[in-house]
Antibody, heavy 123, light 113 residues
Framework: QLQLQESGPGLVKPSETLSLTCTVSGGSISSTSYYWGWIRQPPGKGLEWIGSRYYSGSTYYNPSLKSRVTISVDTSKNQFSLKLSSVTASDTAVYYC???????????????WGQGALVTVSS | DIVMTQSPDSLAVSLGERATINCKSSQSVLYSSNNKNYLGWYQQKPGQPPKLLIYWASTRESGVPDRFSGSGSGTDFTLTISSLQAEDVAVYYCQQYYSSPITFGQGTRLEIK
């Protein structure tokens, strides 16, 4: 059974960079059939897609965050990572990693999710 | 961006009764080349990640009880729970994956009456 687990600091200072890693077990992150993505959810609010990366390296970002976001993959560790720069209090949220089916240029629904990691932006 | 609007925002239904949640997209999510609607439904319980219920608007994910069903095409979609169970109390979200950025509805909170 595929499992995803987020890890990283739970507290980040304003203007600094938020960094999270998603470790994938029970499946290969190098699979040709999937994208690996990040979604966030501010406390008590709805879901916002951050971005997704294909095994080939193609990466798609939400334009609302694109200037501050980087998603990278480490196939040797079966992990993918999120970096969000210049954070403010409005970036406080639970951050989820997830797997999406897809093909070149198309990504689909999220069928597996991590449990989520709460990141608070505060000095 | 495609805006997803759900209705109602909250819903209270008696146990055993039918629950219906609507989702409307600001533009069609039907891809004519394969006649598929790029629309999914998720269930989120407190303190848990969202769980995929339905994809391609009407295909039930493996393991999801058959009391959950999805319907609709183009811009108007419905999630129906045919006979509400206590464990169905949750927030439900629709999501379009027709075009980037992926967008979600604002959520519908389902409670027991």
């Amino acid at each position: 059974q595929l499992q995803l687990q987020e890890s990283g600091p739970g507290l980040v200072k304003p203007s600094e960079t938020l960094s999270l890693t998603c470790t994938v077990s029970g499946g290969s992150i190098s699979s040709t059939s999937y994208y690996w993505g990040w979604i966030r959810q501010p406390p008590g609010k709805g879901l916002e897609w951050i971005g997704s990366r294909y095994y080939s390296g193609s990466t798609y970002y939400n334009p609302s965050l694109k200037s501050r976001v980087t998603i990278s993959v480490d196939t040797s560790k079966n992990q993918f990572s999120l970096k969000l720069s210049s954070v403010t209090a409005s970036d406080t949220a639970v951050y989820y990693c997830g797997r999406q089916g897809g093909t070149t240029g198309w990504f689909y629904y999220f069928d597996f999710w991590g449990q989520g990691a709460l990141v608070t932006v505060s000095s | 961006d495609i805006v997803m609007t759900q209705s109602p925002d909250s819903l209270a239904v008696s146990l055993g009764e039918r629950a219906t949640i609507n989702c409307k997209s600001s533009q069609s999510v039907l891809y004519s080349s394969n006649n598929k609607n790029y629309l999914g439904w998720y269930q989120q319980k407190p303190g848990q990640p969202p769980k995929l219920l339905i994809y391609w608007a009407s295909t039930r994910e493996s393991g999801v009880p058959d009391r959950f069903s999805g319907s609709g095409s183009g811009t108007d979609f419905t999630l129906t729970i045919s006979s509400l169970q206590a464990e169905d109390v949750a927030v439900y979200y629709c999501q379009q994956y027709y075009s980037s950025p992926i967008t979600f509805g604002q959520g519908t909170r389902l409670e027991i009456k």
